[in-house]
């Protein structure tokens, strides 16, 4: 058969197509009035994306820039940070802090499982400068518990930062940004936001802005006051991607309508599409026999355990090789083999899921007996549990409302 190529990994994700057309036509210079508006138009957004009253900066990078920038800008050398990390992503924190000369605490978790938050309590002093942790670990899949971190930093009253590395965790997990205090979340295009790599951008709390007045960590392209300055006039820094700023305006505008007009309603449609994906890709994993990797699974991405002898990259080539579908394996050594990973974040929908979730069928069923239909079967189940628990009427076009059974 005829093979698509798609993208089930969390990240980078599929491309939204009203995203890729305003990349093409973004033929503008970026010290022009055009831009400007551009530019301040997606600033502007990306707060309501985001959920906050704090300034969003937007960097020419990948994830890692701002979660560099993070580090760069919030510290100086020998402060006390503490990472929570049960991941790889959560290993960057504790690399970044060793890059930066900083006397990092961890408080660590296994693979595929979440920090004991009083463990974090106990950790949390009065000179721990700064809390870094992801909000869903896209190495594992596991989500983790950021309002109760903030809570406990909060609560803590120690002038701690709480800094969330939030790339796949912005539009598939709910936040209060500015309730729960949390000082700086990042995000990345080439997740939720359906925009190809090389953007990054985070919201950046008074509490943050102002520690940036005294640290002493070197930082020159990842300034965020430098940023935030320009920002403020339409501008950035430096030469911004231009085509991506484009791309990244045309999918908050998609996000927008999904929303009827209201950005933070296109952001609840959003995670709540994501949340379904998991859902209906959760059940029809549980119905093949097969474990979740996460304790705790998130939105963003669904971790499969590889079944006993098998290793995730014969699952991974067979994906692809039979269907195009590009999923992905573990990230590490420890993981690389263990797991495989199917994502939700993003332009994802009830096709595509369906569809990836009939092909894992086909593909365990090389390995041993499957009933085709089970997993299938499940997730219909899980889809059609969750219409009728929010009373949509998806058939409302075609029957009259109160008739669509
Ligand atoms: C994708 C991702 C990153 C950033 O990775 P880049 O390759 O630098 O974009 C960081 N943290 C998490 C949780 C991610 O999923």
């Not at 309501?48 to 960097?59: A, E, I, P, R, Y």
């Not at 965020?224 to 700023?245: D, H, M, N, Q, Y």
């Not at 083999?337 to 069928?361: M, Q």
């Amino acid at each position: 058969m005829l093979r698509k190529n798609r993208l089930f990994t969390p990240g980078p994700t599929p491309l939204l197509p009203a995203a890729q057309t305003a990349m093409a036509a973004a033929n503008i210079h970026h010290r022009t009035a055009d831009f400007r508006a551009l530019y301040t138009h997606v600033l502007a957004d990306l707060k309501s994306f985001v959920g906050t009253q704090n300034d969003v900066v937007l960097m020419a990078s990948s994830g890692s820039g701002a979660m560099e920038a993070s580090v760069a800008n919030l510290t100086s050398p020998g402060d006390k940070v503490l990472v929570l990390t049960a991941g790889k992503f959560g290993e960057r924190w504790t690399e970044l802090a060793k890059a930066y000369g900083l006397a990092a605490e961890v408080v660590g978790a296994p693979y595929g499982q979440t920090f004991a938050l009083d463990e974090v309590r106990a950790r949390l002093i009065p000179e721990t400068r700064a809390v870094y942790m992801q909000a869903t670990e896209s190495s594992t899949g596991v989500r983790h518990d950021v309002e109760s971190v903030a809570r406990l930093v909060r609560e803590s009253g120690h002038d701690t930062l709480l800094v969330i590395d939030a790339i796949t965790g912005l539009g598939t997990t709910r936040f209060d940004v500015d309730g729960w205090g949390i000082d700086v979340i990042i995000g990345g295009s080439q997740k939720a936001v359906m925009v190809p790599p090389g953007l990054a951008y985070c919201a950046v709390s008074q509490r943050a802005w102002s520690r940036m007045e005294t640290t002493k960590s070197p930082r020159y392209y990842f300034d965020l006051r430098k940023e935030r300055k320009a920002g403020a006039k339409g501008e950035s820094a430096f030469t911004p991607a231009i085509a991506l700023v484009a791309a990244l305006g045309a999918a908050l505008d998609y996000i927008r309508e999904q929303g009827s007009g209201d950005l933070a309603a296109g952001r609840e449609a959003l995670i709540a599409n994501a949340e379904l994906c998991a859902e209906m890709t959760r059940a029809g994993a549980r119905a093949l026999g097969l474990k979740l990797y996460a304790s705790v699974p998130s939105n963003a991405l669904t971790a499969i355990a590889s079944p006993e002898g098998i290793e995730s990259g014969a699952i991974v080539k067979a994906f692809r090789e039979n269907f195009g579908a590009v999923v992905a394996a573990g990230q590490g050594d420890v993981m690389k083999s263990a797991l495989f990973r199917i994502a939700h974040l993003g332009y994802y929908d009830y096709l595509d899921t369906i569809g990836i979730i009939a092909a894992l069928e086909q593909v365990m069923a090389r390995i041993r007996k499957v009933e085709f239909g089970s997993a299938v079967a499940a997730a219909q189940e899980a889809w059609a549990a969750r219409m009728s628990a929010t009373k949509a009427n998806w058939f409302s076009h075609i029957y009259p409302i109160g008739n669509s059974l």
